[in-house]
């Protein structure tokens, strides 16, 4: 879950300041952020069915699937989707991961 909120994070400060326009003629921020949404794509795939049960409000399913077209059909990867991921999808799955990763009162940290 943390690489998933520092993923978050660091997709929001590649792309801030940035419209659709801006984000699709700025190639170093594309390749970034598509990077980012692997790592989130991949941390959702080892966390399994954990990710389903604790954050279930998430398509899931379609974060892993995702990543995949990332890793394996780049060619077909539309800035547009992923501006619309940025911006519609990422948000609210912050604030849930960021109250899920809060520690403990024991000090004790989640995943």
Not at 4 to 21: C, P, Q, R, V, W
Not at 81 to 91: A, F, G, Q, S, Y
């Amino acid at each position: 879950m943390r690489d998933i909120e520092e993923n978050i994070k660091l997709i929001f400060g590649y792309a801030s300041g940035l419209n659709l326009e801006s984000f699709e003629r700025n190639k170093l921020v594309r390749d970034a952020v598509e990077r980012c949404l692997s790592r989130i794509s991949e941390a959702a795939s080892k966390l399994g069915a954990f990710a389903e049960d604790r954050l279930p409000n998430h398509d899931w399913r379609s974060i892993r699937d995702f990543g995949n077209i990332l890793r394996h059909e780049y060619e077909r990867v539309d800035a547009e989707v992923v501006w619309k991921i940025l911006t519609e999808r990422l948000p609210s799955l912050l604030t849930e991961v960021e109250s899920f990763v809060l520690p403990f009162p024991d000090g004790e940290e989640t995943i």
